[in-house]
């Protein structure tokens, strides 16, 4: 049997477990293996990655067994149960750090990313709400189509947008007069408003309105996601500084400034209750669950040390669902601490170390 | 029980007068506490002037063979294991540096050696044909006469965690009779200090000619108060952290940079029959494993030349075979958690290429502490994730690397070339061209020779000054002497 075969059931039986109210452990592995032996049946590279590490449908008895694919595989490998050229999408990585070579998650359609994405993202951020005024500081999905930012930010807009929500991040980059204006005339209706967008768009929108001499006091019940970290993008700036520079700029409580933790190797993502207290704890809905190991091992670490974050993705259905990320978390209680990306190991010595090296090559 | 100890050397300054910042170097009771010396600008600059003065008035009225008998009086007592200095380093070092203990024994014996006095003097006779020109001034070949000054002030900036390592530096600038300050590397702020002291014992009036500081990097205005007062400023580091020295300078400071370098080796199928392809390469893999590949001179890749009767594939075997040897009589540190994420991300590309590309391989498995990746196919110099992560690529024939590192000549320093004699001088000149500058044996790439040219420089030629007395001035001279006979003709 062909994917495109097989690929139907299992999409019905995924939408109608995201929809579920939540599962018990007993039903994600069902799932999470029922997954596994799809991806092993239909993605040879994903075969041979997994008989590297003695890995078989017959062996992996728990979403724990299943081998996390690095997202550098994403780079290097076609990762897709059908052919790619079948897909409807693919989201791409920026491709920052390795050069010209991205990472790319195929998706046939986006049913369960979607699905995925809409009551995850109804109960994290919008609380209830049905709808919000939308400022949004990232270019729009057809500037950007394969950008899983782009499309998550824009079918927010979408689902979830009320009269009068936009784009502020266009050919000519940050629309920070536009943005002005939308905050303004939020502040004069009392209609509670939301600003979603990379963070570093973020610093950007805040240099510009600082430089303008301009903040401002939303209304009650607007609020903010922000998502992607601000590193290397833009001026480096701890946790606390950014959140409080927010709250300060906006008028919009830290309690109320949410972060979202995704990637474009996944299919659902991460949100935290606010960021009062950093770094906040991080969860994600019943479809996804993580793990910290140890990256040379892959062997869990106790909890409360220190780890790299492995994600298993039930929404992921045509890539792998397990990846291995860059992310360095700690384990709690509800969830995780996202303690940011690894940094590549400083050279110690006088050896070079591999970022200069890719620094100076680039 | 914490281990705490006061790093830095500060001649002229108060203890209590100096604030102290902690650098922790591991965790739970092995944990040492190094104490670094924060000094203001103003009193960045008090040092930089007495150290300058006192350099003027003692260390500059030795003779250099005094000097190299001093320093080899102070080595002496580091070669020694009964030494209270020696102790010191080899109780801290190993815990700051993060190497094992008993490399890091073998390291310094091997390492000091170099600066005993039979050593200096080769080093002294490698850069000047006659070193009686750093006394006074000496004839020169084409008339006249010449003497050379090392700058009155010369200060160094370190950087790395290789024990000892400022001692190269330093010991040069000890020689040229410079006054020195060198800014310890965060990474290893013990030894110099030390080094420092046991000088000031052995040879008390030189207590004031050095001092050994710390500033965070990057970090306020002490820095810029003490490149101010410096003829000479020698840094180490990553391109980035060289330039960031090289900006505070004033336009007139002598700015000499060693950036970080790359190496690697070469395996002549010369070298690959079966007595001598086990024994190269137990020989590189000790180079692999002295320091963890974080030297300049430590090789990330190996280059093997296929042809021979053990192939390129066997010779990696064979080099995993003894970096799994070496692990069980040096084993590797532990390794924070981003050393671990860097060396499975080292380890994943390979994995991925074993997928993708046809006679790969990656020997050791996860849990083991090294890596050897093999590629069947020309692969362009790359560093890896350092800590025994080594890659072994096949060549048609060793001419075939010339192209393949000469892309990268900013960072070229070492190769350790195991091949017949005729091809080792044809393989160094084509090296040589394409940007290396110093050919050592496998085994030998982390111990350069006393007297070796660091990155192709001349490490005391360039801290000097030749100070000439053209023959006209000296004929000259002798019409004003007070013996002068007029000419009568």
Redesign the interface.
Known sequence: MDASQSAPALVESLLAFIAQDGCSDDAFDAMALRLFAHQHAHNE?FR??CQ?RGATPRQVRSWRDIPAV?I??FK??TLSCVPPAGCQRVFMTSGTTRGEVKGRNWHPDLAVWNASFRGNFARRFMQGAPRIRMGILFPDEPAMPNSSLAHYLQYALQEFGAAGSAHYVGANGLDVAGVTEALSGAERSGEPFALLGASYSFVHLMDGLRSAGRSFRLPPGSRILDTGGYKKQSRDVDFDEFYDALAAAFGVPRERCINMYGMTELSSQFYDDGNAVVPSLKSGPHWIRSRLV?????LQVAKGE???LVHCDLANYNSVTTI?T?D?GVERDGGFLLLGR?????????????E??LK??A | MTNRVRAGYLPGLAEQDVQWQVLAFGEGPGQVQVEVPVLTPDQMQALARRVRRSARDVLQRLTVSQIVAIVDAAIARLLDPADPHRQEAQRFLPAISGYDAEMVRLGLGSFLKAFRAPQLHRFLAEDFANPKVLDEFQPAAKGGAVRAFGPGLLVHVWAGNVPALPLWSLVCGLLVKAGNIGKLPSAEPLFAGLFARLLAQVHPPLADCLAIVWWRGGDGSAAPALFAEADTVLAYGSNHAVDQVRRQLPVTTRFLPYGHKLGFGMVSRAALDAQRAPATARLAAHDVVRYEQQGCYSPHLFYVERGGRVGPREFAQYLAGELANLQRRFPRRALALEDAQAIAGWRQAAELRTLAAPGAELLGGADAAWAVSYSDEPQPLAPTAANRCIQVVAVERLDDVVALVEPHAAFLQTAGIAADPAELFRLAGLLGRAGVTRVAAPGSMTAPEAGWHHDGRFNLLDLVRMVEIEQSAERAAERFAPYAQEDLG
């Open positions: 590279p041979r990655f590297g690095p550098n595989g290097d490998l140890d990256p040379l091992t892959g220190r780890g790299i291995l860059e360095v690894a940094q590549g190991a400083q050279a110690k010595g006088c050896s070079l170390a591999v200069e090296f100076a090559a």
